[in-house]
């Protein structure tokens, strides 16, 4: 009787010292996040060897690791964010301040060819900052999950006449520039099946861009790939459009200019959001454009590479091509 009276007095004084060491470490680790919600970047630790403790310990580092991980993810993308809205507002004030100027001189000029050279230029500063809130408008719906191209939407539409239409709506920038587009397809009636508004603005894109940030020329040409390169092409084809490739054949539109020698570009960024290659942003643009290129082709079940080489950049769209048989069934 007298030993189970010891055992049960030292069971009891080992329970309350195990509760006492327990309420120690609780307390602990209250104060080490109570540091750690100050700002601190500590480590959570415990002295006591109860697995439970420091299973609970090693879970909550994890969380606080991952949450710092995110946190500062979170930071770095409110701050480019932040800059590339102060960009963009720059990029819009320039051709606005530019058309207010050159209309106020308009206004005060009394030599008619002068007044009309300075509504000249005020007009194309308009059409810029127009075409800015355009792409802008265009980005904030493609950001948007819920937004898809129906499939009533995507219809077969011919390339070669689209995309003749686009480069004649240049005309006048390539004649001051002194370029003269070279054009090669494989095939002019082929067809693609894209939403021809979509597909449009994805050609106006590439176009504005090879005219705003090239060092002059453009060249456009057109093939499709044979069966024994469609493996390659499905390293770079949306997840989404490759299953199309076993039984379609793929068609590569390759928009090809050249870049100034000293440029920065990085082809890996090109199609990035607010992304221009220029750090003083001295040339009219969004730096939306070839994001806007990236996301409807990928609405359309497409995708879009690019490459830099030589100081040539090209730029490739990949699309489901068409059958002679669908194509004429079009035609007719």
């Known amino acids: 009787m007298y030993v189970l ?15 006492i060491r327990l309420c120690l470490d ?28 420091l299973t609970l310990c090693r879970k909550m580092n994890q969380v606080l690791a991952a949450k710092d991980i995110e ?22 004030r320039t051709p606005l301040t530019g058309a207010s100027g050159y209309i106020q001189l308009a206004r005060e000029c009394r030599n008619s060819e002068k007044r009309d050279h300075y509504l000249e230029i005020s007009s194309i500063r308009l059409t810029e900052l127009e075409d800015m809130l355009e792409k802008l408008f265009l980005y904030t719906k493609l950001t948007n999950e819920e937004f898809t191209f129906s499939r009533d939407s995507l219809k077969k539409v011919q390339v070669f006449p689209l995309l003749e239409s ?21 095939s002019k009636s082929f067809y693609v099946s894209a939403e021809e508004d979509a597909l449009k603005r994805i050609f106006l894109n590439l176009i504005q861009n090879a005219l705003i940030h090239g060092a002059g020329g453009l060249a456009i040409s057109q093939m499709e790939i044979t069966s024994e390169l469609i493996d390659a092409a499905h390293s770079c084809m949306n997840a989404a459009y490759r299953p199309k490739l076993l039984s379609q054949k793929v068609s590569v539109i390759v928009f090809e200019n050249p870049v100034q020698v000293d440029s920065t570009l990085d082809p890996a960024r090109i199609f990035d959001r607010f992304y221009k290659a220029d750090p003083a942003r001295g040339k009219s643009s969004s730096g939306l454009g070839l994001f806007i290129v ?34 004429s069934d079009l035609s007719s």
């Not at 609780?26 to 006591?48: D, K, P, T, Y």
């Not at 946190?71 to 819009?92: C, G, M, P, V, W």
């Not at 686009?166 to 494989?186: A, D, H, M, N, V």
């Open 166 to 186: 686009c480069l004649l709506s240049f005309y006048t920038e390539f004649e001051k520039k002194g370029i003269s587009p070279e054009i090669s397809f494989s």
């Open 5 to 19: 009276f010891i055992l049960s007095v030292m069971t009891c004084v080992f329970l309350i010292l195990f509760h």
């Open 26 to 53: 609780i307390r602990s680790l209250c104060g080490q996040l109570n540091e750690i919600a100050r700002g601190s970047h500590l480590e959570l630790a415990v002295n006591s060897r109860q697995h439970v403790l």
């Open 71 to 92: 946190h500062f993810r979170y930071n770095k993308a409110e701050k480019q964010l932040k800059q590339s809205i102060t960009n963009l507002a720059h990029d819009i």
């Open 294 to 327: 990236q996301e409807l082709m990928k609405k359309m079940g497409g995708d879009v590479k690019a490459e830099l080489h030589d100081n040539m950049l090209r730029v490739q769209l990949l699309f489901s091509v068409q059958s002679d048989r669908s194509s």
